[in-house]
């Protein structure tokens, strides 16, 4: 998304105190493959890798980790986490990598700046959007809805039992950056921001409004393998401009453009682990990533049946990312 800043006011975490290791405990981890030794000599052993709640994110550690294993011999855990939980882990040494940020400027300063227990290893590839959306169907019917100074003359439209008798502005994950509510407010939109809880749940609301043609308006993001299968139309916000969003209860404009990262635990980068290099050589397309994340969604594969077919496919761009390792 989730954020792309999928740009994520996260809510805020609690029970820090009780230690990050029980908020990593609670989560669902993987684990594959067994310690080797690289073409160079190198030991990989442990990578902890971050894998937040996107399939798209989804598609990025499912074929980074399947590399790692393969050509690697790493011991790959992946552990499902939020994108904040994710930072958590890195001064404690729980998590080694994360494949796609979405912003976190916050984030950045506190564990790169000033903790210094983290590190960007450059940008993904992937280039991030975050924005509303309506179904095809809408924006050929009502064609001045995508221009927000029209919304609220349509909010009977998209009004729900959730939404208090104003439209109801759908969006994911709690945990997904979203500047919605303050924009809902500075707008002056006579709406509500109703969460569905997920990526799927979003999707699957989407789909429905294209097939049903019933309304819906709601939070959305770019690379995303489903806008292949149903080409949502984004909404024009005020536009962006920079410095815009600084203060979160006062952003008025559309969100950023947001070239994704990866970040990486500094201890792990400098320990010469191969996965380290791997990561850091990690690059490709908003088109792979939707490609993978197809298989993975749509096609109903396992994460590592997704990556073998991708990575049979892409001998070249896995051989420069194992470049160095």
């Known amino acids: 998304m989730g954020y792309i800043a999928r740009k994520r006011n996260r809510p805020t975490l609690i029970a820090l105190a009780l230690g990050i290791g029980l908020l ?9 493959g067994s310690t080797s030794t690289t073409a160079t000599g190198k030991k990989c052993g442990t990578f902890n890798l971050a894998v937040n709640g996107w399939v798209g ?11 790692a294993h393969k050509d690697l011999g790493c011991t790959v855990v992946k552990k499902n986490l939020t ?17 796609e940020n979405w912003g976190h400027n916050d984030l950045k300063k506190k564990y790169i700046d000033t903790q ?13 959007v975050i924005g509303w959306y309506v179904a095809p169907w809408m924006a050929q019917k009502y064609p001045d809805i995508t221009n927000w100074q029209n919304l609220n003359k349509y909010t009977s439209m998209f009004k729900t ?27 002056k939109l006579n ?33 995303q393998w489903f806008l292949s299968e149903v080409k949502l139309v984004k909404v024009n916000l005020p536009a ?19 070239p994704l990262d990866k970040i990486a635990a500094t201890k792990f980068v400098n320990s010469g682990s191969p996965a380290a290099t791997l990561v850091k050589n990690f690059s490709w397309t908003n088109d792979d990533q939707n490609l993978v994340a197809s298989y993975i969604a749509k096609d109903k594969m396992t994460d590592d049946q997704a990556a073998a077919k991708w990575v049979a496919a892409n001998p070249d761009k896995v051989k420069a990312w194992l470049a160095g390792t």
């Open 24 to 32: 990593l405990s609670g989560c669902s981890a993987a684990k594959i």
């Open 57 to 67: 994110y989804e598609a990025d550690a499912a074929v980074v980790a399947y590399i």
């Open 83 to 99: 994108e904040e939980v994710s930072w958590q882990g890195f001064p404690t040494g729980e998590i080694d990598a994360i494949l």
């Open 116 to 128: 210094k227990v983290a590190v960007s290893l450059g940008s993904d590839g992937n280039k991030g």
């Open 161 to 187: 039992s959730e939404s208090g008798g104003k439209g109801q502005l759908l969006d994911g994950d709690p945990s997904f950056v979203t500047n919605d509510a303050a924009l809902v407010k500075n707008l």
């Open 191 to 223: 709406f509500k921001v109703v969460y569905a809880g997920s990526e799927t749940a979003l999707i699957t609301a989407f789909r429905q409004s294209q097939a049903k043609q019933t309304p819906v308006i709601g939070y959305f993001y770019e690379p």
């Open 240 to 258: 962006y401009t920079t410095g815009c969003d600084a203060v979160t209860a006062k952003v008025a404009c559309d969100y950023p453009p947001y």
